[in-house]
């Protein structure tokens, strides 16, 4: 199998104060890789280096198999938007629009025709237990459910990777446990890789394996990827 | 002290025998460690010795006749008391931290002691955390109580591993 999002000797200065330090790191289809560390060990940086957000002083990213930090910041963002969901401590859904609308917005942006966005959004929010709240705002649900909302808009356009930063940073165990639940069978179902970065032990123990950063060096690893094959992933 | 408390708790709900009884606490706490049949009736002779339980008939069963107990006065008051008086504190650290120190005297890297510790125990809670999704409502909470426990001490290893550096020496100067 090929990795679907892979860094290659990642390296990052802050001016003059080095935050990684040459980091690999690759995403098989359909895997979820927790990504530990302590705050200050560079996992935000290298979050942003993967997605482009910050371009590395030296070294690589790829994704689904093309050459992805070169590119010019707008084919960067389109590449973001079609070929990544992103899932914040904070949800991040827009406030004035519902649950539902929220999870369109990816499909809308990418030229999906109305009526395919909405039956989409509604059938991953089904998946994810949360089809009750889809025509509510924001406001009106809980921190569980406008997370699980926010998996929806980071799954629903079936990328091949989506980029986790503490996505239950901001909400109670068994909530937090509901919701990786739902995004970790959800990603996997339709083969989507997910980096779950978390200072969380508790949360890492939901990913098929780990990946831990200290002083910007990948200090240990282990687990394994699941074994059952997953289906591609059109990107 | 649980192997007798929870034979009465057992009994609380209604006289039965060992056999049964047995089987019962193996699918309440048996988890990694089944109760065998010696324990069982040593215990229920104790607790009949003790007046907490006493034998109420005889039953018949496949291996032969099977006595039937039932938990006492003084024992529904000898269960009530246990089950209200908290289980202290454990205050001791467990072996980890002992591991540790020596490592530090003994000069020995005590940050590979960590990094051992922390891998063992985060591939101990990704197994728990898979397992608990298909087991029932009792594993899962046994699941929930060693999860919460192996928190605690990759807690403990992450603090540990940041001040390994500033007390090293400080450590060692105790050991002295």
Known sequence: ?235 | MTVPMALLALLDDGPSHGFDLKRRYDALLGQDRELKYGQVYSTLARLERDGLASGVGVEAGAGGDRKVYAITPAGVTELDEWLAAPNPPGGRPSELFTRVVLALVAGRPADQVLDTHRRAYLDRMRELTAARRGGDVVDRLAGDYEIAHLEADLRWIELASARLGAIADEVREVGR
């Not at chain 1, 290659?8 to 995403?27: F, S």
């Not at chain 1, 980071?154 to 919701?179: I, K, N, Y």
């Not at chain 1, 339709?190 to 780990?210: C, F, I, K, P, Y």
Request: hydrophobic share 45%.
């Open chain 1, 1 to 235: 199998m090929s990795a679907v999002l892979e860094g290659r000797g990642l390296r990052h200065a802050y001016g003059a104060t080095p935050v990684l330090g040459g980091v690999d790191l690759a995403l098989e289809p359909g895997e979820v890789v927790a990504l530990l560390g302590p705050s200050g060990s560079g996992k935000s940086t290298l979050l942003h280096l993967l997605a482009g957000l910050l371009r590395p002083d030296s070294g690589e990213v790829w994704l689904a198999g093309e050459r992805f930090d070169p590119l010019s910041e707008r084919r960067r963002s389109d590449r973001r938007l079609r070929q990544m969901g992103f899932v914040f401590q904070l949800g991040d859904l827009v406030p004035e629009l519902t649950i539902a609308e929220n999870v369109e917005l990816p499909l809308r942006l990418t030229g999906v025709r109305a009526a395919v966005a909405r039956a989409r959004a509604l059938a991953m929010l089904d998946r994810l237990g949360v089809a009750d709240h889809a025509h509510k705002r924001v406001s009106e649900v809980s921190g569980g459910q406008a997370q699980r909302g926010a998996v929806a808009r980071a799954l629903v356009h079936r990328p091949p990777v989506v980029l986790a930063d503490e996505p239950t940073g901001s909400l109670d165990t068994t909530t937090g446990e509901l919701v990786l639940e739902a995004l970790v069978d959800a990603a996997t179902a339709q083969g989507t890789a997910v980096l779950l970065v978390t200072h969380e032990m508790r949360v890492a123990s939901w990913a098929h394996r780990d990946v831990l950063l200290r002083d910007g060096r990948v200090v240990g690893a282990a687990g394994s990827a699941p074994e059952v094959a997953t289906t591609a992933v059109s990107a």
